[in-house]
Every structure is written in structure tokens, then in C-alpha cells.
């Protein structure tokens, strides 16, 4: 995937109608799983920084759990901007 493949993409968790990633903004691609090619807003968290993301939790209503269930992805660690789709969890109701 082009950097111009890869900016066309959508992002999680933004509203329908500007799910476009902003320029001033860091992303990195969901890999696989219910999510499968949406991107992740990492901009507060940087490979390195004290906040770094390693593996992350996304609600989500089209994996093994439905609605409210969430899709375990972790961070690549050969390409900080991948995240590979682990599992479904259940959610917390």
C-alpha cells in the first residue's frame, strides 16, 4: 500500500460523513479481523513516547461478540504502523 492508497483509507471511530484522515494526524492500519483496513488514530501515541500503544481493544459491532464486543489488535513490531488482529473479546456490559 502507496502513501496515497493509504490516506484515502477510513478511520476508526470517526463520524460516516468525515471518516477521512487528516494530514495533521498520525495513523496506523488495522491488519486483518472485523476491522480489517481501517485506520487507527496514533497521533498521541508514538512509537517510543510514554504512551505508546502496544496492543489495543476496539469496540466493535460486526465481530465474533456482536455488538458491544471489542477486536484485540497489536502493534507490528517490524512496522510500528501496522496493528494484527489477535482476537474477539466480549465486551463489558
Request: hydrophobic share 30%; net charge negative; charged share 35%.
Amino acid at each position: 500500500m502507496d502513501e496515497a492508497d493509504f490516506m484515502r483509507g477510513r478511520v476508526y471511530g470517526a463520524d460516516h460523513d468525515d471518516a477521512s484522515p487528516r494530514p495533521d494526524r498520525a495513523y496506523a492500519q488495522l491488519v486483518g479481523g472485523p476491522l480489517d483496513g481501517l485506520l487507527l488514530d496514533v497521533t498521541d501515541h508514538a512509537p517510543g513516547d510514554r504512551h505508546d500503544r502496544h496492543e489495543v481493544a476496539l469496540t466493535t459491532e460486526i465481530g465474533r461478540y456482536g455488538p458491544g464486543g471489542r477486536a484485540l489488535y497489536v502493534r507490528r513490531p517490524a512496522d510500528g504502523r501496522r496493528f494484527d488482529w489477535r482476537c474477539d473479546e466480549p465486551g463489558t456490559r
